[in-house]
């Protein structure tokens, strides 16, 4: 088997640039130069996409988690579009070298901004009887490196072997055969079996079939979707059916928060100003339960869509404390290289705002309290002068001169109260300051 990676990743300005190609390839042949090639919508960005070769028209109308019929195509002429269905904009463009007689497949994925397609080659020989093949794709390449853990339905993952593990961004499993059945699909952050990303209660694989399950970015960035392909035949879509969230206690004289989302646990009693850790559950109606100095508070709960971040903000004075919930892009930044910030307030006593400046430059401006900004991209640096600054201080609230961003991270600024009532290094303004918090990766 070999692998070429191909992708093409359109900016702006509707040029292309910095591409990644993927093909896996097995057997194949026929004869005369005629092959076959179909279309995958794998993209959350484009409910419908068109598949053009040499101008002529082979899919039309491909919706998110379909496939098209294959067409025929001369491997002489193989300048390949694929094209928005409404308004006909390429959004991936390419000459691939195709083999007589084969069947190729177009994946189509990521965001606006930030789209790749890869081609498989679906020539992979079948299995005996009562085997199959599985390749697994990770298309999700804001969700890092991936392991994979192929299980029956009861099985401990922390006892369970990977079928493939620290799978980067844009590569690919190589096909693996096991028994043909139905079996549980649980996929993790690398080497972290507690890190659920997606979890498939029952994936079935037929007897002498080659399958290809294909893992794409949800909204929020970290957790992926499902979708399954069977060699030459049909897709089936695994949406995540969960959400990630967490709670950050932000309000004034350092009271302590305690905090619960669908009985799962983010904070016990966290003095103010403090950031938990994400936690996993399921997307819907949600059951929150909150604490402030250990006395229950009243808080409408959450509605959770799949597959998205939410920071839930505890805010404002101890005495009556206010909820916003925030929908967090954790996605990578769409140009490789850059960085991701936005600002987030928490400061109930600065009503006209909170701004961020990087480098002398605006990242966020006037900032709301109980709001975040929209998160602004950046060049990576090694060192940056950081200022958070607010509207009745002439002194920044927080001041950094060597804070470093590594280039393809992502990060947000929390404005808070504390308890200082002195100034320090980083917060020159007793009793308010920010917490740079870098979310990815």
Do not use: H
Not at 379 to 401: E, F, G, L, W
């Amino acid at each position: 088997m070999r692998f070429t990676p191909w992708a093409t990743r359109l900016v702006l300005t509707l040029s292309l640039s910095a591409t990644a190609f993927l093909t896996a390839c097995g057997g194949g042949g026929g004869g005369g130069s005629d092959t076959q090639v179909r279309l995958l919508n794998a993209s959350r960005s484009y409910p419908q996409l068109d598949l053009t070769v040499n101008d002529k028209s082979i899919n039309t109308k491909v919706g998110y988690a379909a496939v098209g019929d294959y067409g025929t195509v001369d491997t002489n002429n193989t300048a390949t579009k694929v094209l928005t269905s409404d308004v006909g904009t390429s959004v991936s463009a390419t000459t691939p070298t195709l083999a007589s007689g084969s069947n190729y497949t177009f994946i189509t994925y990521g965001f606006a901004g930030a789209v790749r397609t890869t081609l498989l080659q679906e020539a992979e020989t079948a299995p005996d009887a009562n085997k199959s093949k599985l390749l697994v794709l990770n298309l999700a390449p804001d969700a890092g490196a991936l392991d994979v853990y192929v299980t029956t339905a009861t099985d401990d993952i922390n006892s369970a072997t990977a079928l493939t593990t620290n799978l980067q961004g844009g590569t690919s499993s190589g096909y693996v055969q096991i028994n043909s059945g139905t079996f549980r699909v649980r996929v993790t952050g690398y080497n972290k079996r507690s890190d659920l990303r997606l979890d498939l209660p029952a994936l079935t694989l037929d007897s002498a079939t080659v399958n290809t399950l294909i893992l794409t970015a949800s909204d929020g960035g970290v957790l992926v979707n499902g979708i399954s392909m069977v060699q030459k035949g049909a897709v089936k879509n695994y949406p995540n059916a969960q959400s990630r969230v967490r709670t950050v206690a932000a309000l004034t004289n350092g009271a302590a928060v305690g905090s619960t989302v669908n009985g799962q646990q983010m904070f016990s009693s966290a003095i103010s100003p403090l950031i938990s850790d994400y936690v996993t559950t399921s997307s819907g109606a949600s059951t929150l339960t909150t604490t402030v100095n250990g006395a229950a508070v009243s808080f409408t709960p959450p509605t959770l869509t799949a597959g998205n971040d939410y920071t839930l903000l505890v805010w404002g004075d101890a005495a009556a404390p206010k909820l916003s919930v925030l929908n967090d892009d954790n996605r990578l930044p769409t140009v490789n290289g850059n960085v991701k910030i936005r600002m987030v307030n928490a400061i109930a006593s600065q009503p006209a705002g909170v701004s961020l400046n990087v480098d002398f430059s605006t990242i966020a401006a006037n900032v709301l309290p109980g709001t975040a900004s929209t998160p602004n991209s950046i060049s990576s640096t090694t060192a940056s002068q950081v200022d958070v600054t607010v509207p009745t201080s002439a002194t920044p609230i927080y001041t950094n001169s060597t804070l470093a961003f590594p280039a393809n991270s992502v990060w947000t600024f929390f404005a808070v109260p504390n308890t200082a009532t002195t100034a320090t290094t980083n917060s020159p303004v007793p009793g308010l300051s920010a917490l740079p918090k870098r979310e990815r990766p």
